[in-house]
């Protein structure tokens, strides 16, 4: 079992950044591919970025290219998404997700609120 917890939102100006963190419970944590999606009002959860266990590549939703960078911290377990050059359209909630078949887990969300 992995317990994810998101940090980091909150409101910000458009143009603003921003730096999300997802912290796991566990070390085996280290083991699995993470990434980050968002929901937004009415609408239904997205993809925004992942990076792999094996290689750490990472992988990006075309809207967030160039302005969101995943990375992550085995020795603290810890994933991150920087997001710089926040847009309105950016607003949502952001959930942590660590997966490695057939296992998947998801944190609680962290809101971001870019104001316009």
């Known amino acids: 079992q992995v317990h994810l917890e998101e940090s980091g939102g909150g409101l910000v100006q458009a143009g603003g950044s921003l730096r999300l963190s997802c912290t796991a419970s566990?070390?085996?944590?280290?083991?699995?591919?993470m990434g980050w999606f968002r929901q937004a009002p009415g609408k239904e959860r997205e993809f925004v970025a992942a990076?792999?266990?094996?290689?750490?590549?990472?992988v990006y939703q075309d809207s967030v290219k160039g302005r969101f960078t995943i990375s992550r911290d085995k020795t603290e377990h810890t994933v991150y998404l920087q997001m710089n050059s926040l847009k309105f359209l950016d607003t949502a909630v952001y959930y942590c997700?660590?997966?490695?078949?057939?296992?998947?887990?998801w944190g609680q969300g962290t809101q971001v609120t870019v104001s316009s």
């Open positions: 997700n660590a997966y490695r078949s057939p296992l998947d887990y």
């Open positions: 566990a070390r085996s944590s280290n083991f699995y591919d």
């Open positions: 990076i792999r266990d094996s290689d750490s590549s990472t």
